[in-house]
């Protein structure tokens, strides 16, 4: 969804609560990390490769 949509949502809702979290989004400063625990011969990389 793009930023504008988001917006017009945020404005049209009244999300003002979430308009903070919606700019941090947008301004491609999230930095998310993700990591597959499990034990062996469980499926893992066949996860991470689909």
């Given at each position: 969804m793009k930023k504008v949509i988001l917006q017009e949502v945020v404005e049209k809702y009244?999300?003002?609560?979430?308009?903070?979290?919606?700019?941090?989004?947008?301004?491609d400063r999230l930095d998310i990390k993700v990591a597959f625990l499990?034990?062996?011969?469980?499926?893992?990389?066949?996860?991470?490769?689909?």
């Open positions: 009244g999300l003002t609560s979430i308009q903070e979290e919606l700019q941090l989004l947008t301004e499990g034990e062996f011969s469980s499926g893992k990389s066949s996860l991470v490769n689909a």
